[in-house]
């Protein structure tokens, strides 16, 4: 059905060392590059070129040597690396902890600038952020060109499921080339699906694929057992495909519970790490965003007071991680309050929205108070928006999976947002999709997402789109 024959181009893994070299420059140079800007700002010197080579190749080195160490320069290569950004926080504070435990231990730590180390530390963080994904877009043009040998792809399988694999994905894209098919019959007996496994087990072993997919359904167990038990004889790595329910789901892996295996789906939220991570970005940036927005607060203050008098803020019952109630802050936009089992939502040309109160809800100035409510840990930049008591109760009875929002804690700005579905949900297929955006936030969440939201939030915040 499909034979592609193997070319051999430019290994993978020469590739890996040539990424593994580049990334090393890029940490070394953004750290020696924040020593050396942090001296001449504060001393008027570059300050000693021996002792910022000696931090920055010891902190580089051990920033690879983590990574070499959880295979990241092969998953690098062929796309196939999970949680990519969290785990790149992972490894650079790692690496910065055995820098600075070296140091410790050598009695050079007085040696080396406080201020260059802390400095350091987040431009050493963008390098490698900025490498990763640099040498990522770098290797998937270089496979697509035929530069760097995609991993060979064995299938072995029902030919619908050889060909819904095929067309599911871009190949040269993926960093992967399918180099033979080998098709099982169906609705045969046990000897011949038997026979079709010898066949596939002599050409993995004549082709040397790097990876053997099997494209049996599991309602075909006895063909998929038998599979498995064939092809784990070869050495490549063995993956079995499933499509329908798996492919909602970004990162499936296996796992135990007690002593029975299984496969992990999804996770219910995000592991202790991402949480720990998350919420001391939140606390940074809502501190920050507090201290440099104050003069602005105070503007809005005083506007709305002058406008319409006290109370400046409106505070409302809303359902935060796994459904427990916090009360919301907002600039007051409107001349009720309504917290109760019936809220109206605000509708185009509202009369109870205030003449200021229009402005600041379409630039979504309104939601500014909500940093105290992030600040206080109710709350996160960046995740699915809360929504009023009363309106949660509705739609958990219209909208598949709506609970699961709440996995997370709701956020001052989210996916949903910055796609434009804001303001009135008047009908259920407008909360449907707002919805899907938020459990496709949960189930795809990295740090880069987060930075991706807040920046395309900052671009749309004047727009309004939806919002009044």
């Given at each position: ?32 590059g ?197 092809m784990?004889n ?31 789906l ?61 009360r ?5 936009t409107m ?90 949900t ?11 955006c ?30 009044y």
């Amino acid at each position: 059905m499909i034979n592609v024959s193997r070319r051999w181009t430019f290994g993978t893994g020469l590739a890996a060392v040539l990424a593994l070299i580049a990334e090393f420059v890029c940490v070394a140079g953004g750290i020696m590059g924040a020593h050396f800007a942090y001296h001449e700002i504060a001393y008027g010197s570059g300050g000693s070129l021996t002792r910022i080579l000696a931090y920055a190749f010891l902190t580089a080195f051990g920033y690879i040597g983590v990574n070499l160490l959880r295979g990241g320069y092969d998953t690098q290569l062929t796309g196939s690396g999970r949680g990519g950004d969290a785990q790149v926080f992972l490894i650079w504070n790692t690496a910065f902890v055995i820098s600075l435990f070296v140091l410790f231990i050598s009695k050079t730590v007085e040696e080396q600038s406080r201020g260059g180390i802390l400095l350091s530390y987040a431009v050493g963080l963008a390098a490698a952020y900025g490498a990763r994904i640099a040498i990522g877009a770098l290797a998937r043009k270089a496979v697509q060109r035929g530069m760097v040998r995609a991993r060979s792809v064995l299938l072995v399988g029902h030919d619908t499921r050889i060909e819904a694999f095929v067309a599911a994905q871009t190949l040269q894209q993926s960093g992967i080339s399918v180099i033979d098919a080998v098709v099982l019959p169906t609705a045969a007996s046990a000897a011949d699906v038997d026979a079709a496994l010898r066949v596939a087990v002599e050409r993995a072993r004549e082709l040397e694929p790097d990876d053997i997919v099997l494209a049996i359904g599991l309602k075909d167990a006895e063909a998929l057992e038998a599979a498995v038990d064939a092809m784990a004889n070869v050495p490549a790595s063995l993956h079995v495909m499933q499509d329908g329910v798996f492919e909602r789901f970004r990162d499936i892996e296996s796992g135990r519970i007690g002593e029975v295996a299984g496969l992990v789906l999804s996770r219910q939220r995000l592991t202790a790490f991402d949480q720990a991570a998350k919420r001391l970005f939140d606390i940074v940036v809502s501190l920050v965003a507090l201290v440099l927005l104050s003069p602005l607060l105070l503007v809005i203050t005083l506007a709305i007071r002058l406008e319409s008098g006290s109370p400046v803020l409106f505070s409302q019952t809303r359902y935060g991680f796994n459904e427990e109630p916090f009360r919301i802050l907002k600039f007051r936009t409107m001349t009720v309050r309504d917290d109760g089992a019936v809220v109206r939502q605000a509708t185009l040309g509202d009369k109870r929205i205030t003449r200021l109160g229009r402005f600041l809800r379409r630039s979504s100035l309104d939601e500014l108070p909500q940093l105290v409510n992030v600040l206080a840990g109710d709350m996160s930049l960046v995740g699915p928006r809360p929504h009023a008591v009363a309106h949660n109760r509705y739609y958990e009875q219209r909208v598949a999976r709506y609970a699961r929002r709440h996995n997370v804690k709701p956020g001052i700005t989210g996916w949903a947002q910055v796609n434009g579905l804001r303001g009135e949900t008047d009908t259920d297929d407008k909360m449907a999709r707002r919805v899907a955006c938020d459990l496709y936030y949960l189930d795809n969440w990295s740090f880069r997402f987060d930075l991706k939201i807040l920046a395309l939030t900052l671009v749309t915040m004047l727009g309004g789109r939806n919002a009044y």
